[in-house]
């Protein structure tokens, strides 16, 4: 199972450099991609942030939320049950990794949520994530960032 954190993720709706990349890695799998409730959060406030920025219209973020719903309501996305006590001692244990990598806390509750989930294939266009998620036995496709 491959598992996208949210700057993989959000190449599946918006053209963005790698997107082509990740498009190939998901439509070569099988399986429903795991969606947690951070992951949602943090791919639903992003959107939303662009219209902050002006780098897209209400209407438009909103078109790209339905579409994911639609998705999600298809079962191409799965939320994944994630053991709160497990999610957080994991968590607290890559912290050790954050003055060598750098990790932010949000990086580092992605891998372990993709340790959590079994998945192999971690991907993100976060070099940073990329290396704890080599050092957490993932293994990683780093894709193109803007």
Known sequence: MIYLDTSAFIKLY???????EVHGLVVAQQEPLPVWHFMELEF???LRFKVFLAEMSPDDVERVISLYL???????????????????ELSLQMTA?????GCRALDILHVAAARLCDATVFVTADKRQAALAEVAGRVVRLISSQ
């Open 70 to 88: 639609d998705r999600k309501r298809s079962g191409q996305y799965f939320a994944p049950h994630l053991d709160p006590i497990a999610l957080h």
């Open 44 to 46: 639903l406030n992003a």
């Open 97 to 101: 990794r954050t003055p060598i990598i």
């Open 14 to 20: 918006l053209r963005e450099d790698g997107s082509a």
